[in-house]
């Protein structure tokens, strides 16, 4: 009897020996990573202690907050899956993002981050007499960045107010070039301001057109002294008529110098009547329109923009009528292949896909450039020029207070595996044309809606990496790489163009490629401006161009679904510019 026990341990042990040795040659179960981690340095790459952290999700209410540890290191948990944007703050700290947008991040991902030193702008303000101005506005504008590009955007700036001195500090500035001024109305709320109705004086003893322009270097002070000149500014008055913001909000009215893009003033349009007066203009070219919006929803109704001069005397009579904006609404749908089975991220994929809508600017025309100073289109300045946001659980985009344009989607893809299928508009029964959505773009009036539009992610997206190579002894130039349709019937067809940029030593990668035949071209971009490159994405006339110029070279690849092509070698040839 003993020995049959001992038989039954030895069975046991062994069933439990094999059991453990099966389970421990099984591949464990993935735990997703629910993290977004990552680093803060200063500019010399030193850890930054103590910044606070802030990770908002796209299409979520509030944030997550953290501060970095000794390291410069942070960590966020419980993220749910979705696209993320990391927001940093330090006093006396700016952060350093690439120029075309904020980085967004996922779940899993780590994120290496650089904050630099301020600048600072300070000086004191007197008037004719050496006397210090006490209790006036000191605003610090930023025209150009630190290589020289115009701003874009209008530029505010948050008022210091100069002590019994007349002295003042403006702090934690990003650098680049610069123009101060002292005095005039303004954004000056709540109390009276005794300065409101005189023109700003700009730095040294300035008006507009003459002003200093100030360079400011991270970490490094500059002295901006004014002599206050106390000229009275004129006023540029009239009404906002048309829609109404819902209430208890009111209209605002702003006014933008159009040379430098510096929001002179705004004045809210209170009251039935919606009556308002902007004063202490100097003379000076502008761009003025009115806004309002708010309530649950954030609806917002604007005028178009205006351009007016104020030349030696006020303006008066203007009508700023407000309209409802323009809506788009989308639908994303992610076309999975059991066959395929090679986009990651499938279980998160419609969450981490990023859908921008951006608004086209028009294609370069032959001939001199010609300086554009306003719109002609009537869109203000100050209107964005992307929209971005994350599908919700049904797979829907929507779009709110869209400025009179035309607009094109921009999909960022969630991961490898995947590709942009279409963009199309749904076509009514028995319609003939077909959709150019892709193509085109979708131009939107005002206070128009539109709907109907389907996002088709596929999956087998190919990559290829590889290499440009030169002959011995040569310098490869800044290049990007292209890859055009081979197959007629995609030649016009922008979601089958695809590029990227060819790094200093050569090497580039291209990801979520549709499936297909493919022409090669190496050549170094070409220019819109200062700070934006050509894409054959938007622009129809450069992707003829780099199609014929690929065609001539006659560098083919075939790439099939789910391909991964690396080492791919790529001769250069300086062929004429596409």
Same mark, same amino acid.
Request: glycine content about 10%; overall charge neutral; proline content about 7%.
């Given at each position: 009897?003993? /020995?049959?026990?001992?038989?039954?341990?030895?069975?046991?042990?062994?069933? /439990?020996?094999?059991?453990?040795? !099966?389970?421990?040659?099984?591949?464990?179960?993935? !735990?997703?990573?629910?993290?977004?981690?990552?680093?803060?340095?200063?500019?010399?790459?030193?850890?930054?202690?103590?910044?606070?952290?802030?990770?908002?999700?796209? =299409?979520?209410?509030?944030?997550?907050?953290?501060?970095?540890?000794?390291?410069?290191?942070?960590?966020?948990?419980?993220?749910?899956?979705?696209?993320?944007?990391? %927001?940093?703050?330090?006093?006396?700290?700016?952060?350093?993002?690439?120029?075309?947008?904020?980085?967004?991040?996922?779940?899993?991902?780590?994120?290496?981050? !650089?904050?630099?030193?301020?600048?600072?702008?300070?000086?004191?303000?007197?008037?004719?007499?050496?006397?210090?101005?006490?209790? &006036?506005?000191?605003?610090?504008?930023?025209?150009?960045?630190?290589?020289?590009?115009?701003?874009?955007?209008?530029? %505010?700036?948050?008022?210091?107010?100069?002590?019994?001195?007349?002295?003042?500090?403006?702090?934690?500035?990003?650098?680049? !070039?610069?123009?101060?001024?002292?005095?005039?109305?303004?954004?000056?709320?709540?109390?009276?301001?005794?300065?409101?109705?005189?023109?700003?004086?700009?730095?040294?003893?300035?008006?507009?057109?003459?002003?200093?322009?100030?360079?400011?270097?991270?970490?490094?002070?500059?002295?901006?002294?004014?002599?206050?000149?106390?000229?009275?500014?004129?006023?540029?008055? =009239?009404?906002?008529?048309?829609?109404?913001?819902?209430?208890?909000?009111?209209?605002?009215?702003?006014?933008?110098?159009?040379?430098?893009?510096?929001?002179?003033?705004?004045?809210?349009?209170?009251?039935?009547?919606?009556?308002?007066?902007?004063? #202490?203009?100097?003379?000076?070219?502008?761009?003025?329109?009115? &806004? #309002?919006?708010?309530?649950?929803?954030?609806?917002?109704?604007?005028?178009?923009?205006?351009?007016?001069?104020?030349?030696?005397?006020?303006?008066?009579?203007?009508?700023?009528?407000?309209?409802?904006?323009?809506?788009?609404?989308?639908?994303?749908?992610?076309?999975?292949?059991?066959? $395929?089975?090679?986009?990651?991220?499938?279980?998160?994929?419609?969450?981490?896909?990023?859908?921008?809508?951006?608004?086209?600017?028009?294609?370069?025309?032959?001939?001199?450039?010609?300086?554009?100073?306003?719109?002609?289109?009537?869109?203000?300045?100050?209107?964005?020029?992307? %929209?971005?946001?994350?599908?919700?659980?049904?797979?829907?985009?929507?779009?709110?207070? $869209?400025?009179?344009?035309?607009?094109?989607?921009?999909?960022?893809?969630?991961?490898?595996?995947?590709?942009?299928?279409?963009?199309?508009?749904?076509?009514?029964?028995?319609?003939?044309?077909?959709?150019?959505?892709?193509?085109?773009?979708?131009?939107?009036?005002? #206070?128009?809606?539109?709907?109907?539009?389907?996002?088709?992610?596929?999956?087998? #997206?190919?990559?290829?990496?590889?290499?440009?190579?030169?002959?011995?002894?040569?310098?490869?130039?800044?290049?990007?790489?292209?890859?055009?349709?081979?197959?007629?019937?995609?030649?016009?067809?922008?979601?089958?163009?695809?590029?990227?940029?060819?790094?200093?030593?050569?090497?580039?990668?291209?990801?979520?490629?549709?499936?297909?035949?493919?022409?090669?071209?190496?050549?170094?971009?070409?220019? &819109?401006?200062?700070?934006?490159?050509?894409?054959?994405?938007?622009?129809?006339?450069?992707?003829?161009?780099?199609?014929?110029?690929?065609?001539?070279?006659?560098?083919? &690849?075939?790439?099939?679904?789910?391909?991964?092509?690396?080492?791919?070698?790529?001769?250069?040839?300086?062929?004429?510019?596409?």
């Amino acid at each position: 009897m003993r /020995l049959k026990n001992i038989q039954a341990i030895s069975v046991l042990a062994l069933t /439990l020996l094999v059991s453990l040795a !099966t389970l421990a040659q099984e591949p464990a179960a993935q !735990t997703k990573d629910n993290a977004i981690s990552g680093r803060v340095v200063s500019e010399s790459g030193q850890p930054l202690p103590g910044v606070n952290v802030s990770v908002s999700g796209f =299409g979520s209410s509030g944030g997550h907050r953290t501060t970095t540890d000794n390291e410069g290191l942070f960590k966020v948990q419980g993220l749910d899956a979705g696209m993320y944007r990391v %927001f940093l703050s330090a006093p006396g700290y700016v952060a350093q993002f690439p120029s075309e947008s904020t980085p967004t991040y996922r779940p899993g991902d780590r994120a290496e981050l !650089t904050l630099i030193k301020g600048a600072v702008i300070a000086g004191t303000i007197t008037n004719i007499t050496g006397e210090p101005v006490v209790n &006036i506005s000191v605003r610090a504008y930023q025209i150009r960045d630190t290589e020289g590009n115009k701003i874009a955007t209008p530029a %505010f700036s948050q008022p210091k107010i100069t002590d019994d001195r007349g002295y003042y500090r403006i702090y934690g500035l990003q650098p680049g !070039t610069y123009i101060v001024a002292a005095g005039g109305q303004g954004q000056y709320f709540g109390s009276v301001n005794p300065f409101g109705n005189d023109a700003m004086t700009f730095a040294p003893a300035s008006t507009r057109d003459t002003a200093a322009e100030i360079v400011v270097r991270s970490d490094q002070e500059a002295t901006a002294d004014i002599r206050y000149r106390a000229e009275p500014g004129h006023a540029v008055s =009239g009404k906002v008529s048309g829609a109404q913001p819902p209430l208890p909000y009111s209209p605002s009215v702003r006014l933008i110098d159009l040379e430098s893009h510096v929001v002179i003033t705004s004045v809210q349009a209170p009251g039935p009547d919606r009556t308002f007066q902007l004063n #202490g203009v100097s003379d000076g070219e502008y761009e003025i329109s009115a &806004i #309002g919006g708010g309530g649950p929803n954030n609806e917002v109704v604007a005028s178009s923009a205006r351009k007016i001069a104020v030349r030696g005397a006020d303006v008066t009579g203007l009508d700023l009528a407000l309209a409802v904006m323009g809506s788009v609404d989308a639908q994303v749908n992610v076309e999975t292949d059991a066959k $395929l089975n090679c986009g990651r991220r499938r279980d998160t994929a419609m969450k981490e896909t990023m859908v921008v809508l951006r608004r086209a600017r028009p294609e370069e025309k032959s001939g001199p450039a010609k300086d554009k100073t306003a719109d002609p289109s009537g869109v203000s300045l100050f209107a964005s020029s992307s %929209f971005e946001t994350v599908p919700n659980e049904k797979g829907e985009v929507h779009y709110r207070n $869209l400025s009179p344009a035309t607009y094109r989607f921009d999909v960022r893809l969630p991961a490898a595996g995947w590709y942009l299928r279409d963009v199309a508009l749904d076509q009514k029964p028995g319609a003939k044309t077909e959709s150019t959505i892709s193509r085109n773009g979708i131009s939107i009036k005002l #206070g128009e809606r539109i709907s109907g539009i389907t996002i088709a992610i596929a999956e087998g #997206g190919a990559s290829l990496r590889g290499r440009v190579t030169i002959p011995e002894g040569q310098s490869l130039p800044p290049l990007r790489i292209y890859l055009a349709p081979a197959e007629r019937e995609n030649s016009d067809n922008p979601l089958r163009f695809f590029e990227g940029v060819v790094a200093a030593d050569g090497t580039f990668a291209i990801a979520n490629v549709a499936p297909g035949r493919f022409w090669l071209l190496a050549q170094p971009a070409e220019q &819109i401006d200062a700070t934006t490159i050509k894409s054959t994405r938007s622009d129809s006339s450069f992707r003829a161009k780099v199609l014929r110029t690929a065609e001539a070279l006659k560098k083919e &690849i075939a790439l099939k679904p789910c391909d991964r092509t690396t080492d791919y070698e790529f001769p250069y040839s300086s062929s004429p510019k596409p």
